[in-house]
């Protein structure tokens, strides 16, 4: 019989192929998401019954006149047909230019580039603690499965899973930060701060990271407890107990590599609610990202902002999407990236 090696080289060319290939046909569906979401929020701020005239003079709008207000219009172009609007805005946005924010009176742009950075750093590190901490505990809770440690993790996610997140910011703030004092209650910084340094700002994000990855943690928590449980009874894992490793080389040299497949897609489809509750997380607690703004431009009608945030987290979500596929694939070979 003959054998058949495979060069190396030739199958990572191969996976490499097969990765573009993916990359090609999600690309080939999120344009199409992206301009469905962008023509959504098109037309919702084009029903809407505020006059953006008005609206960007602000109290001035009271005492302009009705010429003032209707050149205002002509030059926004708002008395357009709404398709003219829609494709003038589409050209804008090809050349980065996504709007003037009437909530904040500065280009839509700026405001992004000032506060999405905090935006990323609150849900990285939420999202890290989130990740390490499920694979610990939820390893742990099937390794002992039934036992005390298990019941009280159990009760716990489900408990949690049952408060909204925001609830779970005032609670942490009236306990940690008003109570005990340990903790800052908002902001990034002291009030008598002069300046921003990395350490006020990672003491000061202690209890929204927090809060924010107890708040996801109870499905990841669950998910992991019970595909490790299911997969100690595989075949390896008993011949691995059979030939008498240890219990950590067990649980997670041989179950826990087993359950982190599925876990990847678990990360991939829960991050839409992770960016939503990191929203309400820095609204209770002040922070200077994106979710402040967001809040205040949907109680400002700010739609030049409302759609620029709600396309460039829609853009995040099908990215991250993107790349859990490509890490599935990378931690199975098995799994073939161009069927």
Do not use: C
Not at 161 to 179: C, D, H, N, R
Not at 266 to 284: F, I, Q
């Amino acid at each position: 019989m003959e054998h058949r090696h495979l060069d190396p080289v030739v199958t990572r060319s191969g996976r490499l192929a097969g990765a573009g290939t993916v990359v090609r046909r999600r690309l080939l569906v999120a344009v199409p998401v992206l301009a469905a979401t962008s023509i959504g929020m098109f037309a919702l701020g084009a029903a809407s019954p505020i006059d953006p005239a008005k609206q960007y003079a602000g109290a001035a709008a009271f005492t302009a006149t009705e010429e003032n207000l209707a050149q205002i219009r002509a030059n926004w172009g708002v008395d357009d047909p709404l398709p003219v609007q829609y494709l003038r805005w589409i050209g804008n946005l090809i050349q980065g230019d996504l709007g003037w924010s009437t909530s904040r009176h500065e280009p839509v742009v700026s405001v992004l580039a000032a506060r999405a950075g905090w935006t990323l750093l609150l849900i990285g590190v939420a999202l890290a603690l989130v990740l390490v901490g499920s694979l610990l505990l939820g390893s742990f809770a099937a390794y002992r499965r039934g036992g005390l440690f298990d019941r009280a993790l159990r009760t716990a996610a489900y408990a949690v899973q049952a408060m909204p997140v925001f609830w779970l910011g005032l609670a942490a703030i009236a306990v940690f930060a008003l109570a005990l004092g340990w903790l800052p209650a908002g902001g990034l910084t002291d009030v008598a701060a002069t300046g921003t340094s990395w350490s006020d700002v990672a003491w000061h994000l202690i209890l929204p990271v927090g809060v924010l990855a107890v708040s996801q943690a109870p499905w990841f928590v669950l998910f992991v407890r019970d595909a490790v449980a299911e997969s100690l009874r595989d075949d390896h894992v008993l011949a691995a107990r059979a030939r008498g490793l240890p219990g950590r080389i067990v649980l997670f040299g041989h179950a826990l590599r087993t359950a982190l497949l599925p876990f990847l897609t678990l990360v991939g489809t829960h991050l839409p609610e992770l960016v939503g509750g990191a929203v309400l997380v820095e609204t209770v607690f002040s922070l200077p990202g994106l979710g402040a703004v967001t809040v205040a431009a949907a109680l400002g009608s700010d739609f030049p902002l409302l759609a620029a945030i709600t396309l460039v987290t829609t853009a995040v979500v099908l990215a991250a999407n993107l790349a859990t596929d490509l890490a599935y694939a990378a931690a199975d070979p098995r799994v073939r990236l161009d069927d």
